[in-house]
């Protein structure tokens, strides 16, 4: 018998023994191994999603011209750009996006086949490309877990459909220059694609989006849902090259990809307030911190990430497993295994700094820290 694709397990589905070792705490496990928002969203945010009466009816799948003119105006006042709503497109959050984009560009340029993605970075990009049948190749990052650019191989780039960054980096905070990609793009004739989800959270130097260094064969992806902490409502856009965002649009329009008009009324708001992303700075600000702490009470010294919310750990001994396993034991804490993101990054945890203050105190409070 034939058999088809068989999906791998999930990775954070293998966490199942970490974190019945952590529930045996008072108080139960402290997660920080996924990155999915705990905090409250904005009350304007919510009261816009609840009283827009856009349930009615289709809402355009390209988004609202209120909804492209927010973000259009939000990524200008953020970088400097200069774009409209005309470059602009929504996508229901980020990560349908990423996972969808190879199936959409092959059929645009069906004698390439290969997605060219960072080494350490987030499992869609590789996953994406393996569910359009395409190659997934990883690109080496440097020390600084910034893509390196020149270990390409031309013969790569030759196929490659695109090549993806992301910065900040998730799991390990790295700030690529995006200028460089940017040069390599137009150079190789290949659609460099920006994921910038995490562009808030950047503590080295401004916020950066590689439309800062124009937008033909670029495109920049973002996401409300680390920013407004709207996850659980997915809504995004993305940006850039005239030709591609428009090709894409409309593949997305006829297979029936559509932000919910509610959701929109509530991106238009979450776009126009900054106020409450400040206070979500300072929380995660702190958290890592914290964070930082716990891990030097266990005697493993960590950096503070260039942007992002999660710290990337240095196992004892380079053994992730075991230090997930003692983290679980010894703070009731479960966190992820590097290998989620990547071969290279084997050697390292993740841990994510979303629960909510009291969480993460009582974490560090297992350790005898005072927080």
Known sequence: MTTGFQPPPYPYDRLNEAVAIAEAFDGGAVDLSVGTPFDPPAPAVIEA????????GYPPSIGTPAFR??????????????????????????????????????LRTPDRDTILYPAISYPSYAMGATLGGCRAVPVPVDENWRIDLSAIDPADAERALCLWV???????????????????????????????????????????????HGIDGLVAVHSLSKRSNLAGARTGFYAG???????????????????????????????????????????????????????????????????????????????AWAFTERLAKEAGVVVSPGEFYGEQGRHHVRVAVVQPDDRVALAASRLGLDV
């Not at 999603?49 to 009615?56: D, K």
């Not at 497109?89 to 996972?99: H, Q």
């Not at 916020?207 to 800062?212: A, D, F």
């Open 49 to 56: 999603l609840a009283t827009s009466g856009a349930e009615r």
């Open 69 to 106: 003119s927010a973000a259009a105006t939000w990524l200008n006042s953020l970088t400097g750009t200069d774009l409209d709503e005309t470059q602009i497109r929504a996508t229901i959050g980020s990560k349908e996006f990423v996972a969808g984009l190879p199936q959409w560009l092959r």
């Open 166 to 212: 992301n910065t900040p980096g998730n799991p390990a905070g790295g700030l690529d220059d995006l200028e460089a990609a940017a040069a390599w793009g137009v150079a190789t004739k290949v659609p460099v694609f920006s994921d910038e989800c995490y562009i808030e959270f950047t503590w080295n130097g401004p916020p950066r989006s590689i439309l800062q």
């Open 241 to 319: 090259d005239a030709e591609l965002i428009h090709y894409l649009g409309e593949v997305r329009k006829h297979a029936g990809f559509m932000v919910p008009g509610p959701v929109q009324a509530a991106a238009v708001a979450a776009f126009a307030d900054q106020s409450h992303v400040e206070v979500q700075k300072e929380r995660y600000r702190s958290r890592l911190a914290t964070a930082q702490r716990m891990m030097q009470a266990l005697g493993v010294d960590v950096e503070l990430p260039g942007g992002g919310f999660y710290l990337w750990v240095p196992a004892p001994d380079g053994d």
